[in-house]
């Protein structure tokens, strides 16, 4: 009775919750706030969005899907129906409220464990920003930079954006000075206020969505974006960034990262070069150039394996208007990279763990597999990385690269349906934050790759190609002496070779299936066509 009784106290709470949201919005209709410029009134009417919207989400699962059985057809389509339903209303909130918003749903889609419902959706907010008019630009400029006239420093400044982000947006000019092209990079006034606001909004909100429903746990995720928004606001930092994945790859051709202008440049404000290319997943740009679709996506592959395996120092906002591809470089392009506002530096020990783990997932080490999950934490859910990352389960005979059978396939649905809300909390709570960072970042490079039309064996080469390679970076703990250097190296060298030769073969039966499967097409193309000229010859003789 107790139980009960608690259990109804918190859907009455829930629901006197969504009550005053709604009763508050109505009241703070969009003409009352076009007549207040106020930033506390905006941000209270922000949080009131986001309190009903959230809040009626919740209230909407716990309802609809109260009395099914999870292991029947008609819950999963309930719950897919509910997943289009809450990601459509989340959506029209982030739209409303905008700016960190913005951000904060784009942050959502890009995580590969959320529904596809929700990536699917939010992904749309990656091209939704509307750009500030020119005057309230011009104001961070002047206030940032120190001068009454644009003209002072800029031999012309173009007032319309080449680019509007959910944080700032992007302006072509020329110095005065060497008749310079640079990117002048402005950040939306009184955006550090809002995410203050906003951020302690999504804090409590999360917080409060877990005491009420303690399955729904959202707080990890809501962590990890206040680390990622809160660097992203410091252009000075962002600058540092960008210098340092310069260094990084300053002997990489097929890289090419911007310089910056620190006599332009402050916390708010970021000049840099002018670099010029189409978005990475501009297919039709592509082709006009006769650039491969393939080559693209495996030195994207690349660039950010290196990033992760060896550097340990990732760009964590791998979405297409940041990665452009121009025409100029010595395989025929080259990519572009922008945007260091979301950089990470990984732990050390977590990289070398990393390498480990990719290393086992691709010779299927289940063991070495289970023994790295309990190493960050995640214990009997380490089974399920071989699905994460390869698209294979643990257990699978399945070549690699070929995805599953259909019997895995069929065990692994059967497997996930005992699976809750609380299982999949408790296993992104689990994860180190690198390794969220590393999910997130997969996950855009996989959907990347995707567009491009690459086969996951591109990816899975680069990334055990890179793993042993940031292996072989450290000498052998238990070893530090040169001779214990020189026979750790060996070690890694002698894996390296033989994972390229079953990569190779692998790669060879893929070419010789291709080739069968052209072969036949071609055969009974050629039998087809046969057959027609034969019909013809001796059709006149068959009607005489």
Same mark, same amino acid.
């Given at each position: 009775m107790v139980t009960r009784r608690r259990i109804f106290n918190k859907y009455l709470i829930a629901g006197v919750i969504a009550g005053a949201g709604v009763t508050f919005q109505t009241l703070t209709s969009n003409s009352f706030l076009s007549s207040t410029d106020s930033p506390f009134i905006n941000g209270v009417v922000r949080s009131s969005r986001a309190l009903f919207t959230i809040t009626s989400t919740v209230i909407d699962y716990k309802f609809s899907l109260y009395g099914l059985n999870p292991h029947t057809d008609d819950y999963r389509l309930t719950l897919s129906e509910l997943h289009l339903r809450s990601a459509n209303r989340i959506l029209t909130m982030c739209e409303a409220n905008k700016g960190i918003y913005i951000k904060a749903g784009q942050f959502v889609a890009a995580i590969r464990q959320v529904p596809k419902e929700y990536s699917t959706t939010l992904s749309s907010l990656q091209d939704h920003a509307i750009p500030f008019q020119f005057e309230a630009i011009k104001q961070v400029l002047v206030s940032n930079l120190g001068f009454n006239c644009l003209s002072e420093f800029f031999f012309s400044f173009d007032e319309v954006p080449v680019a509007a982000a959910s944080i700032a947006q992007v302006h072509h000019a020329v110095l005065v000075k060497d008749r310079q092209e640079v990117a002048v990079k402005v950040q939306y006034p009184g955006l550090e206020y809002q995410m203050k606001f906003d951020l302690v909004t999504m804090s409590l909100l999360s917080k409060s969505v877990g005491w009420i429903f303690p399955g729904y746990r959202f707080q990890w995720l809501v962590t990890e974006f206040e680390k990622s928004i809160a660097s992203e606001l410091d252009f000075i930092a962002e600058a540092k960034n960008l210098e340092r994945i310069r260094e990084n790859f300053k002997d990489n051709s097929m890289v090419r990262v911007?310089?910056?202008?620190? %006599?332009?440049?402050?916390?708010?404000?970021?000049?840099?070069?002018?670099?010029?290319?189409?978005?990475?997943?501009?297919?039709?740009?592509?082709?006009?150039?006769?650039?491969?679709?393939? !080559?693209?996506? !495996?030195?994207?592959?690349?660039?950010?394996?290196?990033?992760? *395996?060896?550097?340990? /120092?990732?760009?964590? %906002?791998?979405?297409?208007?940041? +990665?452009?591809?121009?025409?100029?470089?010595?395989?025929?392009?080259?990519?572009?990279?922008?945007? /260091?506002?979301?950089?990470?530096?990984?732990?050390?020990?977590?990289?070398? !763990?990393?390498?480990?783990?990719?290393?086992?997932?691709?010779?299927? %080490?289940?063991?070495?597999?289970?023994?790295?999950?309990?190493?960050?934490? =995640?214990?009997?859910?380490?089974?399920? /990385?071989?699905?994460?990352?390869?698209?294979?389960? $643990? %257990?699978?005979?399945?070549?690699?690269? &070929?995805?599953?059978?259909?019997?895995?396939?069929?065990?692994?649905?059967?497997?996930? !349906?005992?699976?809750?809300?609380?299982? $999949?909390?408790?296993?992104?709570?689990?994860?180190?934050?690198? *390794?969220?960072?590393?999910?997130?970042?997969?996950?855009?490079?996989?959907?990347?790759?995707?567009?491009?039309?690459?086969?996951?064996?591109?990816?899975?080469?680069?990334?055990? &190609?890179?793993?042993?390679?940031?292996?072989?970076?450290?000498?052998?703990?238990?070893?530090?002496?040169? $001779?214990? =250097?020189?026979? /750790?190296? *060996?070690? +890694?060298?002698?894996?390296? =070779?033989?994972l390229r030769l079953l990569f190779g073969i692998l790669g060879l039966v893929s070419w010789l299936e291709s080739i069968k499967h052209t072969s036949t097409r071609r055969f009974k193309d050629l039998l087809a066509s046969a057959g027609f000229v034969v019909r013809n010859l001796y059709r006149p003789l068959l009607t005489t």
């Amino acid at each position: 009775m107790v139980t009960r009784r608690r259990i109804f106290n918190k859907y009455l709470i829930a629901g006197v919750i969504a009550g005053a949201g709604v009763t508050f919005q109505t009241l703070t209709s969009n003409s009352f706030l076009s007549s207040t410029d106020s930033p506390f009134i905006n941000g209270v009417v922000r949080s009131s969005r986001a309190l009903f919207t959230i809040t009626s989400t919740v209230i909407d699962y716990k309802f609809s899907l109260y009395g099914l059985n999870p292991h029947t057809d008609d819950y999963r389509l309930t719950l897919s129906e509910l997943h289009l339903r809450s990601a459509n209303r989340i959506l029209t909130m982030c739209e409303a409220n905008k700016g960190i918003y913005i951000k904060a749903g784009q942050f959502v889609a890009a995580i590969r464990q959320v529904p596809k419902e929700y990536s699917t959706t939010l992904s749309s907010l990656q091209d939704h920003a509307i750009p500030f008019q020119f005057e309230a630009i011009k104001q961070v400029l002047v206030s940032n930079l120190g001068f009454n006239c644009l003209s002072e420093f800029f031999f012309s400044f173009d007032e319309v954006p080449v680019a509007a982000a959910s944080i700032a947006q992007v302006h072509h000019a020329v110095l005065v000075k060497d008749r310079q092209e640079v990117a002048v990079k402005v950040q939306y006034p009184g955006l550090e206020y809002q995410m203050k606001f906003d951020l302690v909004t999504m804090s409590l909100l999360s917080k409060s969505v877990g005491w009420i429903f303690p399955g729904y746990r959202f707080q990890w995720l809501v962590t990890e974006f206040e680390k990622s928004i809160a660097s992203e606001l410091d252009f000075i930092a962002e600058a540092k960034n960008l210098e340092r994945i310069r260094e990084n790859f300053k002997d990489n051709s097929m890289v090419r990262v911007p310089n910056v202008f620190w %006599d332009f440049t402050t916390r708010q404000v970021m000049t840099m070069e002018f670099c010029r290319g189409r978005k990475v997943d501009d297919l039709e740009f592509l082709k006009e150039r006769g650039i491969s679709e393939v !080559k693209v996506a !495996k030195t994207l592959a690349e660039v950010f394996a290196e990033m992760i *395996f060896v550097h340990g /120092f990732l760009h964590g %906002d791998l979405h297409p208007g940041n +990665i452009l591809v121009s025409p100029e470089g010595k395989n025929g392009f080259s990519l572009v990279l922008l945007d /260091f506002g979301i950089c990470k530096q990984l732990n050390e020990d977590f990289r070398l !763990k990393y390498c480990e783990l990719w290393e086992a997932l691709v010779v299927k %080490d289940s063991a070495k597999i289970q023994e790295i999950g309990e190493y960050f934490g =995640v214990g009997k859910y380490s089974r399920y /990385f071989p699905v994460i990352f390869t698209g294979r389960t $643990i %257990d699978s005979k399945s070549t690699l690269g &070929e995805g599953m059978s259909v019997e895995e396939r069929n065990n692994l649905k059967q497997e996930l !349906k005992s699976l809750k809300m609380e299982d $999949i909390s408790s296993f992104m709570e689990s994860l180190p934050t690198d *390794f969220l960072t590393v999910l997130r970042t997969d996950g855009l490079l996989r959907s990347l790759m995707s567009k491009l039309g690459a086969p996951l064996r591109v990816r899975l080469l680069a990334y055990a &190609e890179y793993a042993l390679y940031g292996l072989s970076l450290k000498s052998d703990s238990k070893s530090d002496s040169a $001779i214990g =250097v020189v026979l /750790f190296r *060996f070690k +890694i060298g002698l894996r390296y =070779v033989q994972l390229r030769l079953l990569f190779g073969i692998l790669g060879l039966v893929s070419w010789l299936e291709s080739i069968k499967h052209t072969s036949t097409r071609r055969f009974k193309d050629l039998l087809a066509s046969a057959g027609f000229v034969v019909r013809n010859l001796y059709r006149p003789l068959l009607t005489t």
